[in-house]
Structures are given as structure tokens and as C-alpha cells.
């Protein structure tokens, strides 16, 4: 299919913009930052591309397939890709640090590497799936799921940052001093969280609007919705510690890093783990 060359192409952009970035850290060449943004945006270009031609595929091959690219395994990885990539360019025009990229890419990179071992076909969907809820529902929470990867990209540059300058590793030349302060990566990783707090929580929200519509109730304790409540309970309390309690740096840092490997739990390992109202997502 032509919407998978397309995202063969996004792949091999992301692949090179991982190392143009990583190679702008000890450079801080303006070119090569400039290059490294520019394959990422051809990159995500083509992704966005891929995806709008594999929804309009779905809907020609008839209304049983027809639906937006995000309900199987494959779909959904390639469709994380490029909500990660749509809220990194986003963060660095905000922010204009493109040595951010270094440590937010390769996750994107990673998921649709992963998506290119994993069946492409377009399948029919089940009857559960077959509702206008779906589009809100995993919409928001990959989106969500999105700036959580990308706040855990920052933590993880605060982290070293902050151990860097503990050892007073003050070299100009060296990779660290390519990042902002840490008060600034400490603000960034908070701002990240706090935009994608509100896309989980309409997630949660239109998921048991869906499930009472497809099953009859709003929560039935399936092992996605407790993981995705302990995921969201986990990034509230952050939200609710940084606003009440003052807490910054390393302690949010590292909250930040932990709340994404929940993520990661709660959207790989529950499907592939687990068995439940969700395990049509394999």
C-alpha cells in the first residue's frame, strides 16, 4: 500500500533527524539544527500523508473497514508516532531548543520501527469498535499519551543536566550545554504534562460514554481502565504536588520518567499482556 511506502519514508526521516539532532549536541551548528527540523517536518509531512490516504483505503474497500487509521496494534503505533512528532514540533517552535529533539524523536522513531514488523492489512472493524466514540476516545488519549513521551524526554535531559551540574561539568564544548537551564526544563516538562492532562482525561472520560454505550456500563474494572486510571492518578498527582505543594525539579523530573513507563505498561503491555474488553487491539 502507498500510505505504508509513506510511512516507510517518515521512518527513514526520523531515523536521520535522530542523529542530525544528536550530533547538533556537540556542534550547536545553526545548520545542522536547521536540517535536523526540516527532515523531521518531511518526516511527519509524509506520516500525515500515509495516514489520511490509509483512511480514505479504509472507507473504499467498504463501510465495514472504513474508519480513522488508530484501531489495531499497527495503526495505533504509527498513529503515536505522529501525535509525538506533532507535539514536539510544536514544543520547539514554542520553546526554540532543537536540542530537545534528541532525547523526543528516537521515541517516535522507535514506535513506527516497531510498527513496520507488525501486519499493515486493513482489517473490518468488530461491532464494538464500529461507533463515533472511537474517534474522540483513543484520539485524545494518544495525544495525551503523546506529551507524556515528550515531557519523559525532557525529565530524562533535566536529569543529566542536573547531575552535570552537580559534578561542575561547566565544559561549553560539552553535549550538556547544548540544553537550557534546568529551572527552564524543569517549567517545559511541567507545561508538556499540563496540556496533555486534559487530552487523557477526555480520553477516560468518552471511553465509559463509549463503554455504557457498547456494554452497558461506564466502568467495568477491564485492566485497561485500571491501568489508565493508576496512569492518570499518577500525572494528577503531579499536576496537584507542583501547584499545592511547590514541588520542581528532580522530584518531578523523576515522577515524569515513572508516569511514562506507566504509559507504556498501560498501552503495550495491557494489550499484549493482559486479556480483557481491549484485546482487540493486538
Known sequence: MISSKLFGVAMIAYFISTFAYIFFLPSRKKGVGSFASIVTWIGFLSQTAGLILRWKDSYAMGPEFGRIPFTNLFESMVFFSWSLVLVYLGVELKFKYKSFGAFVIPFSLIALAYSAFLSDEIEPLVPALQSYWLHAHVATCFLGYASF???CGISIIYLLKERGEKRGDNNPNGFLAAFPGTKILDEVNYKIIAVGFPFLTIGIITGAY??????GTYWSWDP???WSLITWLIYAAFLHARLTYGWMGRRTAILSVAGFI???FC?????LLL???HSYAT
Open 267 to 271: 498501552y503495550l503491555g495491557v494489550n
Open 275 to 277: 486479556s480483557g474488553l
Open 149 to 151: 513521551a515528550a515531557a
Open 210 to 215: 463509549w463503554a455504557n454505550y457498547a456494554w
Open 224 to 226: 485497561k481502565e485500571t
Open 262 to 264: 506507566m504509559v507504556a
